[in-house]
């Protein structure tokens, strides 16, 4: 007979907020939220305190300033979040080899085979909390269950700073009440499709025929039906296993729509640095540089570009996302730009041939190590540091 699986979803609580307050103790008890800069930027993370007034993460501020008009604002500082979490990631393996990271803040382990190591599944689960709390002083809550599905839903209803669990004679139980728009892959869209025939329980959903879902929702009809039983029959994959990411990329909203290719170079160096950084981190270089565009009218596209080789420069990134803005008739004013990089292939399968690669590839590992411990730009580009300081460029780049 197969041994039940014993599954923990690690979540961190207000993760960019408690970072934050770990290193300013007067935030603590106070709504705080962490927000990018910029007029048109929006919540990245919200105290549990803020979110009492409604504010939550995607808000724009404007909104999240009227719900609550004493929040506090502070500006993300990214590499500090991704210290903490590479961090506690590592802190994770003090428990099991078995570990999927499954955002900046969340990861799922199986301890199926190591929990008796530490008292059993409840030890276990508190023993993380303790150590996470004693070596990074941030609070977090731990869900457990048979499977990935369930110890989510669990932590869920923990939520914040809780434990709790759910052994596999109680999840029909658990299931049957549970709202559908709680189930993964359930946004508001298919919840009101749902509610529409009368379905607002994952206990009635579980009771529908296969086939009748099959018609409405296709092959995701299946899975939802599943999903309701509280059946998650996905492994959790530990890292070394996971399958390479096929892009990586980042976005930006402008502060102000712009029409004029001379400031949009600026917003195309900063996000190439970006991307360049976020490929050197997970170890990937890439050859097809994508452009993304959406007009003030919201009509968005993209073009791209492919490289003779890959890369993982943001220099390189930047020169083929000008190179495509350059041949771009702009018709309208630009509302957002985004840069991303397609077809990765690891680090190690591709290595500098001529001395200047790898002259800009020390730097740029410099650059990586220094703005890593100082903040995000505190070593790069002139043009970039200038542009961050209020001194956009327009064409010295």
Known sequence: MERQRVIIHVDMDAFFVEVERREDPALRGRPVAVCGRGKRTVVSSASYEARRYGVKAGMPLREAKRLCPHLILIPARFSRYVEASRG???????????????????????VTGSSSLFGGVEGTAKAIKER??????????????????????AGSMAK???????????????????????????????AASLEAMGIRSCGQLSKLPPSLLRRRFG???????????????????????????????????????ISDKGRL???????????????????????TVVLTIRYRDFQTFSRRMTLQGETNMGK????????????????EKVRLLGVSVTNLVKDSFQLPLFPEERHLERLASCCDQINAKY?????????LVKGLQGEIPLERL
């Not at 506690?88 to 199986?110: G, V």
């Not at 996470?132 to 499977?147: A, H, K, Q, Y």
């Not at 009809?221 to 399958?243: C, H, I, N, S, Y």
């Open 88 to 110: 506690i990631m590592a802190l994770l393996y003090e428990f099991t080899p078995m570990i999927e990271p499954y955002s900046i803040d969340e990861a799922f382990l199986d």
């Open 132 to 153: 996470i709390r004693e070596v990074f002083e941030l609070p977090c809550t731990v869900g457990v269950g048979p499977n990935k599905l369930v110890a989510k839903l």
């Open 160 to 190: 914040p700073d809780g434990l709790k669990i759910v052994p596999p004679e109680e999840v029909a139980r658990m299931m049957e009440a549970l709202p559908v728009g709680e189930l993964w892959g359930v946004g508001e869209k298919m």
């Open 219 to 257: 092959i995701w009809g299946e899975a939802l039906r599943k999903m309701a039983q509280g059946v998650d029959e996905t492994p959790v994959v530990p890292f070394w296993e996971a399958r390479p990411s096929k892009s990586m990329g980042h976005s930006l909203t402008l502060d102000e729509d």
């Open 265 to 287: 170079r600026w917003y195309l160096l900063l996000l190439s640095e970006q991307v360049g950084r976020r490929l050197r981190e997970g170890g990937y270089r890439g050859r």
């Open 316 to 331: 390189e990134i930047y020169e083929a996302a000008w190179g495509i803005l350059e041949g771009i008739r702009l018709r």
């Open 375 to 383: 903040g995000d730009f505190a070593l790069s580009w002139a043009p």
